[in-house]
């Protein structure tokens, strides 16, 4: 089982920057693709970004592509969000999730195919 923890949101003006982190523990993590999902107020839980156990491949949706990076430190068990340039459109409560793969370089990007999910950090952009 692996346990995932996410934190790092706050409240900031637009175009402001911030970084989320998701510290997962539990056995092989390295076995799983990660994500970021969020969920705005009366809106369906979306894909922000994915990225493979690798590290190598990464995937973005279009409304963040060049403005949000998505890492992770294999070592230290560690998934970051940079988010740059932020929009009050990218208000929402955002997830870290771990997926099960056994394809190295695979990205999910799809909420059905995690398998654990952070508890959430809210993220508020002011106009």
């Known amino acids: 089982q692996v346990q995932v923890v996410d934190s790092g949101g706050g409240l900031l003006q637009a175009g402001g920057s911030l970084r989320l982190s998701c510290a997962a523990s539990g056995r092989t993590v390295s076995s799983y693709a990660m994500g970021w999902f969020r969920q705005a107020p009366e809106r369906e839980r979306e894909f922000v970004a994915g990225i493979s156990r690798s590290g190598d491949i990464t995937d973005y949706a279009d409304s963040v592509k060049g403005r949000f990076t998505i890492s992770r430190d294999n070592a230290k068990n560690t998934v970051y969000l940079q988010m740059n340039s932020l929009k009050p459109e990218d208000t929402a409560v955002y997830y870290c999730?771990?997926?099960?793969?056994?394809?190295?370089?695979?990205?999910?990007?799809?909420?059905?195919?995690?398998?654990?999910w952070g508890q959430g950090t809210q993220v508020t952009v002011s106009s």
């Open positions: 999730a771990a997926g099960f793969t056994v394809n190295i370089v695979a990205v999910l990007t799809t909420s059905r195919v995690y398998d654990y």
